[in-house]
């Protein structure tokens, strides 16, 4: 399975990469500097240096071209201001949506947030954070042509991942290593019962593929 992920150089998308690549997959990862490229060969993912922020969507569809599925994990980072939250983590996962259907790749995943609301009230950066998070995921649920599903991390930490955790439509806020979202995305790119879901992810008492496969209804 080839797999494109927006974001290729961010924490959670090279533990997916490695993840991928060690089950025999063939991550790619979207990067916006080209020496990044060594960290991704490292993780054993292909890089296409793109920035998603000025890229077309034609660029972006010849990078997912021949591709199973994309994967939208890009953000705009927690030094970034409001605009940026606007530019990446709305406009840019619209554009690789937008790149996907024109590339024919239906199955489509998107690393958003608890809490993200395009509706969220507030003038702090977080808001406009969640409020971005939230139109994305707004539009990505609009599209008949895309296998959708959206992935919703609780606080997100460095922690070694248990390999243990508590995925539903709505878990409570909690917890939850990158490891484990790296594992679960893994998990849900095997699963297409999944489409159509929006997902909340935190640390719990389940492995990974059992919850996974739990809330599929297999």
Known sequence: ???????????????????????????????????????????????????????????????????????????????????????????????????????????FLIVSSMGADSGHEGDAVFDAYLRAKGAADDDVRAREALDWTILRPGMLTDDAGTGQVRLEASTGRGPIPRDDVAATLAELLETPATAGLTLELVTGTTPVAVAVRAIAGN
């Open 1 to 107: 399975m080839r797999v494109v992920i927006a974001g290729g150089h961010g924490q959670i998308a090279l533990r997916l990469e490695r993840l991928l690549a060690a089950a025999g997959h063939e991550p790619v990862g979207v990067i916006r500097h080209r020496e990044q490229e060594p960290d991704l060969r490292a993780a054993g993912a292909e890089a296409v240096v793109l920035d998603l922020e000025s890229a077309s969507v034609d660029e972006v569809a010849a990078a997912l071209h021949g591709a199973d599925a994309a994967v939208f994990a890009a953000s705009a980072g927690p030094g970034s201001g409001a605009d940026r939250k606007q530019t990446v983590d709305h406009q840019a996962a619209v554009l690789f949506a937008d790149a996907a259907e024109r590339a024919g790749v239906r199955r």
